[in-house]
């Protein structure tokens, strides 16, 4: 794709919107799997979003970087072209951060109850035997709980 750039600045654009537009649903297809609580639906096309992300990443450096020479060598309707999608991607990067927000919040809320369940069993089950010596659990369940996630 960089080749492009030097030797037809048009096609250069024309492909950087096309990249735009197939990553922008891509996102968009994550976003409903992750609103619609199927955060498994959106693992099925990682490889290719994270594919085409670094590819945009790239290009859009490319691009600031030499934004007078080649955007100036474009046609105006190609350049509104490339601001839409460039708009509609960042409203889908907003929707899909909001879903994945939300659904760390409601994952990280569901390990500390658990947590918190398993903790109140184990503390229930702590009283004296016989012999006045505490009584040994029977069973060990260990719990990871990193406060960071």
């Known amino acids: 794709m960089t080749d492009a750039a030097a030797s037809n600045p048009t096609a250069y654009v024309e492909q950087l919107v096309s990249l735009t537009e197939r990553l922008t649903l891509l996102l968009a297809e ?9 955060p498994q639906d959106a693992a099925g096309n990682m490889a290719e979003t994270t594919r085409l ?3 945009y990443r790239h290009e859009a450096q490319r691009l600031r970087a030499q934004a007078a020479t080649l955007l100036g060598q474009v046609p105006a309707s190609l350049r509104a072209r490339l601001t ?8 889908v990067i ?6 994945v927000t939300a659904a760390k919040t409601v994952t990280e809320g569901l390990v500390h ?23 040994q659990s029977t069973s060990a369940t260990s719990v990871t709980l990193n406060q960071r996630a």
């Open 84 to 91: 839409r999608a460039t708009e509609a991607f960042d409203s």
């Open 53 to 55: 992300a670094n590819q």
């Open 113 to 135: 109850a658990i947590a918190e369940e398993i903790a109140s069993q184990r503390a229930a089950g702590a009283g004296y035997g016989p012999r006045g010596v505490k009584a």
């Open 30 to 38: 994550q976003a409903r799997a992750f609103e619609a609580r199927r």
């Open 94 to 99: 907003a929707r899909q951060g909001r879903a």
